[in-house]
């Protein structure tokens, strides 16, 4: 309902709200701008983050925001014809993008409703953005239903953006000037932010980095993958509804990592910072400073200015600290303290850092095992293994194959094809390496065969080339391989070089499959 500046006018002096004209949401909206003091007469927030802030939020939500950019595009006639721009805003009520229509926006600009700007109604009153985040509802605010002078000739329509479990995670909006009002606009918003929930549903039903490349329906949820993998899929789903410490187990290449972030990703930590550290792949007497930090000439070779370390870097988000197991016993000292304290002390530093972030271990050793022997804390491992999840090797959930290389063609844009043969070339396989492996293996085939199709021979050369393992040599079955030699010499019309380069095998490797055959 549009109100006058009448209504307003009274509102702002008297404190009268006239409850006939008023719609709930913006009387309750009122009210609380009254109960912060907020001047009605602001014309312009005062937060304005700095362009290094900016860009680190950005980096938070950039998948989000480059998905709103598609749909945002799909809009640009619309802005254009209506005078409108559109933004994306972080659940922190900080402008991440905006784009539109030109002069509205340099009019934008001039008020500071601007990318980095925070638009929260605690900073600028009662706007569609500020009282979207509060009330986790989408709505319409135009004229003087604005609390502040600053926006008395918008006209704004945002709507929430939740994760499939509620949690708000932005906001989107589209905002012009208040003669060019749309009867549609709130609809249109509504949508948009519809559709982009979707996307995020459509990413999480699997580890993110696999839906990110598939609109094909075998990658929606977890139908096709294997019970072992299911299992282990759930478990982290339920994981990232709380916020005790997951310790990851599984062998080298089965993706810890990945499940890490995806915990990370569904968890309500999901826009702060999640930050790695191998704790095997840096020497012992370096780790303390890499994930504690240290001060400026707290040792030989320190950073001028010092260094915030890993732990502090994931306050407000998650720590995931690989090959957990490698940790020296001081070092184990040192985590169990912050677990228990939640602070840090930066070495060469006798002041405390309280931090807040989540902690997510991974390591490809028994850790029951090592306890029993000495080699890691009992207390330390207590403190990890609140909520344990195993991840099965490759070997173990072999029916994924198809499905990781279709992954794989895709994320590496490889135009090649796999057939039936060639797939039970990899399923006879037991991939020691797990994903990684198996990932390298198909980039290593699309490089060296020319063909639109891998041949069998051709993954059984490449596995036997690069695997460790004594028995890579008998991958393929003698009467799949003379089969595939037959059909080889069949369309090439028995001509050797054409037959071997067909197979992705050398001439010589083809005479002696011939001598073989014989």
Known sequence: MRLT???????????????????????????????????????????????????KRRNRLDVLITEAKLLIKELKAFLHEHEMIALFIDQDGFILTQEGYPRTLEKAKKMRFLPGAKWTEECIGTNAIGTALNTKKALYVEGFQHFTVSSHDWCCAAAPIKTASGDLIAVLDVSGPVEKAHPYLLGIVTTMAASLEEKIKQRFHLLPELNECFEDPIFEGVTGTSETFKKALELSKKAA???????????????KELVAKYIHRLS????????????????SHLVESELFGYEEGAFTGAKRGGYIGKLRSAH???????EVAELSPDLQVALLRFLQEQTVRPVGSNKEYQVDTRVITATHENLKELVREGKF??????????????????????????????????????????TQESLDVLFQYDWPGNIR????????????????IISPLTLMQIIKERSIEPDA???????????????????????ISKAAKMLGISRTTLYRWLKEQK
């Open 5 to 55: 500046k009448a209504t307003w006018k009274r509102f702002v002096q008297e404190g009268t709200l006239d409850a006939n004209r008023m719609e709930k949401v913006i009387q309750e909206s009122w009210s609380r701008c009254k109960a912060l003091e907020i001047n009605p007469f602001r014309e312009a927030t005062d937060i304005v983050l700095t362009p290094k802030e900016l860009e």
């Open 241 to 255: 509804f709380v916020s005790y410490p997951v310790s990851i187990q599984g062998e080298s290449g089965t993706g």
């Open 268 to 283: 309500s930590r999901a826009t702060g910072p999640f930050v790695a550290l191998n704790c095997g792949a840096i020497p």
């Open 316 to 322: 407000k988000g998650t720590i995931f600290l690989d």
């Open 377 to 418: 804390r009992e207390d330390l491992f207590y403190r990890l293994f609140v909520l344990p999840i195993q991840l099965p090797p490759l070997r173990e959930r072999k029916e994924d194959i198809p499905y990781l290389a279709h992954y794989f063609f895709h994320l590496f844009g490889i135009q090649k094809k796999l």
């Open 437 to 452: 492996e198996l990932k390298n293996v198909l980039i290593a085939a699309s490089v060296f065969v020319d063909e639109e």
């Open 473 to 495: 040599t008998t991958l393929l079955p003698i009467e799949s391989r003379n089969k595939a030699l037959r059909h080889a010499l069949e369309q090439t019309h028995g001509n």
